[in-house]
């Protein structure tokens, strides 16, 4: 049996074994990225299964004694009467059924992934068993017992939107205003109070005992909310786990079902739970206390939502006679890439302190790349695509890691021009994002009042008190008439049915008038702040000051920006011609998904995950590490623990990026680059790019290269000569694969209107039925050309590929 045991686990190595084949109390498997944690975690329960706690050779005395084998030896070869039951009692299996295991994880993403490599490895049993998200295991636990807690089972789960709801309701009878008191921050309180569980009535006794009379408020909020959450039988994410939480420590009955239900319990991903969730996986794996916590502390980088690394740290004291198991040895990347990472971690003081090793030969270099501004950048990170797409690897080889979502614009945009399918994985494509919408639709408004739909969509956005009843009626009126929406709204006093909504309409239409006379006066980007303004967008956006509005408001400055480039590209740049240019990237994108496509992501959420070649861009100081984290140490050391885990996610190859000059959010900056580049040992990286010794660093950055936070170059010697890129090719060659475009760009500079521009390049000379060759998709043969801005589409039917469009500027420099 251990021959048979042993066998079936012979592909890991002896501590995975071990961490594997260790069912019975307390284990705490604490190791580095691409150790084989998950790994453990899915062959785990796979052994419970098949062999449970016959496999525990620690825990079973006597199982793998020398004498006991001996005896087994000297059974199998004379099988006598009397020696039977000791030789079944050695060799009896105790597998474990499906469902007393419960494997939990972080993501609905890595549930489903472990119940699939569960199900190929076990068949249709794996189904039962218990592999899933906190809050999936609650809702399950709470349908079957809720009502112990005066709840109906049938109750309804409230997601963010819906929780946002009821607190602006509660608030609006408690007669609060959502400035002082944004209805966001405020569900963040209730978060929080709940994270530590209080209920509104320990809350509001705390706030009162505090004195502080915004504390005492909010408690009035959450005492209304918590009442209209009940009444309406409802519960929100945090009352899941809250509740489940308050019905095991409530309910002695419920308790132990659950504690005798489930035999074996198992966390993924431990570094990241908060109080709540810890107190539900440590209540459910009481009964037994075969609790099997997975983590790294290196990887702990969701503090911001309450996870605290003490879960992790302080198991073994909570747990006395845990076993815990370290593996050391990472799986995953080449040693270059591994040293890398680990240097860089090694920074934090915080931790418990390990490194990783690899028989993986060195592998390629760390790739750092230093862009001169964003475009170079995306180009770069397009044009290493493409080169190794062209050498045989797959599109979903590659992973684009970026810190935060409003930096996917740029990329987005490289990968459709250069034909690169992708996919944004947890977060929507920029110009699918509602507040991007919402602001091309007032553009385009602006551009022809007639676009009903554009018109629809911002009439009563931000709210101006123009109801739906209203333009329902105004829709009617125009069909009736045969006029567009506009020409009913810009002239509603005519028409009785609107005379009640006849002032506000009127002050609508004025806007829209005003803007237009606006946009003709002045240079788009200037237009588009005062669109900003003056449409009340922004100021809706900043008065809410909630992260996720910063966020929203952060992409309405990001399209700024992508007028910005438009303006310093186009030729003959003007409202409709930008609007065309964006109508016509929406349309570059015709592939499929779920297809093999290269997939674009935060740091945050590629947790977990590996690919053979991973970019992390955006690598400089106010961006990662982000303006918060500079002067707080343990903010810093969280996003090193983020870099730590996108810089690990690489299995073959790693690049990272910076750009000296960077546009975001609208606004032009100069970055140094991030200081982790700097932690990287010189003999791991390989340098290329635009420029990089001007950008004031060779070799291992200096505390006072980064420092003051956010110098911009001011001092004169360190800054790039701004001249200096578009006078040639750059001195430093680019990688192979990537060919400089023929035509130097110009770096951005603040253009005082529309037609003080450089003058475009040329686009290069191709012909509708000519044959190309392109580096990446082969030979094929041009469809059509059609010209637009000052770019081109091209769609060419590749022998290979299939039929792609691709914008003729960025295509040119792979064509021949
Ligand atoms: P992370 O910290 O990023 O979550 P992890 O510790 O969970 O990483 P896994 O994802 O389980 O690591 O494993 C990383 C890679 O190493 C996977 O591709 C896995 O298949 C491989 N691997 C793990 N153990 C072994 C082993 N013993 N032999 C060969 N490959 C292994
Ligand atoms: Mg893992």
Redesign the pocket.
């Known amino acids: 049996r251990r021959t048979a045991i042993e066998g079936e686990f012979s ?3 002896p501590e ?1 074994r071990r961490a594997v084949l260790a069912t019975e109390g307390p284990l705490l498997l604490l ?10 975690l899915i062959n785990r329960v796979a052994n419970l299964m098949k062999y449970g706690r016959g496999s525990d050779c620690d825990e079973v005395p006597g199982w793998v004694t020398a004498e006991d084998l001996a005896f087994l030896e000297d059974y199998a070869a004379h099988p006598t009467e009397e020696g039977r039951a000791r030789a079944e009692q050695l060799c009896k299996v105790d597998p474990a059924v499906p469902w007393s295991i419960l494997a939990i994880t972080f993501t609905n993403k890595a549930a489903g992934e472990l119940k699939d490599r569960l199900e190929r490895m076990l068949g249709p049993s794996a189904n039962d068993i218990w592999a899933s998200t906190f809050h999936s295991a609650c809702s399950r636990i709470l349908r079957r017992d809720i009502d112990k807690l005066g709840y109906d089972t049938s109750f309804t789960i409230y997601d963010s939107a819906d929780a946002e709801r009821v607190v602006k309701d509660a608030m609006k009878d408690l007669r609060m205003d959502e400035k002082a008191f944004p209805p966001k921050s405020i569900l963040g309180y209730i978060s929080r109070a709940k994270d530590a569980m209080k209920l509104a009535r320990d809350y509001a006794e705390e706030c009162a005992k505090s004195g502080d009379y915004r504390l005492q408020r909010i408690a009035q909020v959450y005492t209304e909310y918590e009442k209209r959450l009940k009444a309406a039988n409802a519960l929100d994410f945090d009352d899941l786990i809250l509740r489940t939480v308050l019905l095991l420590r409530q309910d002695e009955e419920v308790r132990t079902y659950y504690q005798r239900k489930f035999r074996y319990v198992l966390v993924d ?1 431990y570094q990241d739970t908060n109080n709540l969730q810890y107190q539900l996986a440590s209540t459910l794996a009481g009964g037994y206390e075969n609790f099997c916590v997975v983590g ?1 502390d290196d ?1 702990s980088i969701y503090r911001f939502r309450g996870a605290t690394i003490e879960n992790i740290l302080s198991f073994e004291n909570q747990y006395h006679g845990c076993r815990t198991i370290r ?1 050391e040895q990472n ?2 990347s080449t040693q270059n890439i591994l040293e890398a990472s680990n240097a860089v971690i090694r920074n934090n003081q915080g931790r418990k302190g390990k490194e990783l090793w690899t028989d993986q030969g060195a592998g390629d270099k760390v790739q750092v790349y230093t862009a001169m501004n964003q475009d170079d950048e995306a180009q770069y990170v397009a044009a290493q695509i493409l080169a190794g797409f062209s050498e045989g690897c797959r599109w979903k080889d590659f992973a684009i890691l970026y810190r935060m979502n409003a930096q996917s614009r740029e990329l987005e945009m490289a990968m459709k021009r250069n034909g690169v399918p992708y996919r944004i994985i947890g977060g929507t494509r920029f110009f699918d994002r509602a507040e991007v919408k919402d602001m091309l639709a007032y553009l385009c408004v602006v551009n022809n009042p007639g676009d009903d739909l554009r018109l629809q969509r911002i009439i009563n956005n931000p709210p101006r008190g123009i109801g739906a009843k209203t333009v329902e009626t105004a829709q009617i009126l125009a069909a009736r008439n045969g006029l567009s929406l506009w020409e009913v709204v810009s002239d509603a006093r005519r028409y009785p049915d609107l005379q009640k909504a006849a002032a506000k309409l009127g002050a609508f239409a004025e806007l829209i008038r005003g803007l237009r006379k606006a946009a003709g006066e002045m240079p788009l980007t200037q237009f588009y702040e005062v669109l900003c303004a003056d449409s009340g967008y922004a100021v809706a956006l900043e008065a809410k000051d909630t992260v996720e509005d910063r966020t929203r408001l952060e992409n309405v400055r990001e399209l700024g920006s992508s007028i910005q480039s438009y303006l310093e590209n186009a030729e003959e740049p003007s409202l409709s011609g930008f609007l065309d240019e964006i109508a016509l990237y929406t349309d570059l994108d015709n592939h499929d998904p779920s297809e093999d496509c290269c997939v674009m992501m935060t740091m945050h959420s590629a ?2 995950l ?1 690919f053979p070649v991973v970019f992390a861009v955006g690598m400089e100081e106010g961006i990662f590490p982000g303006m918060r984290a500079i002067g707080d140490e343990e903010e810093m050391e969280e996003e090193r623990r983020l870099c730590y885990v996108a810089m ?2 690489a299995k073959q190859r790693l690049h990272m990026t910076c750009a000296a000059q960077r546009m975001l959010y609208g606004r032009t900056s100069a970055n140094r680059p991030s200081r982790f580049l700097g932690e990287i040992p010189p003999e791991r990286v390989e340098r290329s790019g635009r420029n990089p010794l001007s950008m004031g660093y060779e070799g291992r950055l200096t505390e006072s290269d980064w420092r003051p936070e956010r110098e911009t170059y001011g001092g004169g010697e360190k800054r790039p000569p701004v001249g200096g890129y578009a006078s040639g090719r750059p001195s430093v060659g680019y990688d192979k694969g990537y060919t400089a475009p023929a035509a130097p760009k110009v770096p951005p500079v603040k253009l005082p209107g529309i037609n003080a521009r450089p003058p475009a390049a040329p686009l290069p000379d191709f012909q509708k039925g000519e044959m190309v060759r392109h580096k990446a998709f082969g030979k094929g043969m041009i469809l059509s050309i059609m010209k637009m801005g000052g770019d081109a589409l091209v769609e060419v039917a590749f022998d290979n590929v299939g039929t792609k469009k691709l914008m003729l500027k960025s295509a040119a420099q792979y064509m021949e």
């Open positions: 592909h890991l190595n995975q190791a580095g990225a691409g150790s084989g944690k998950t790994t453990v991903e790294d990887q593996l799986y995953r947790k977990g590996e690990t996610r």
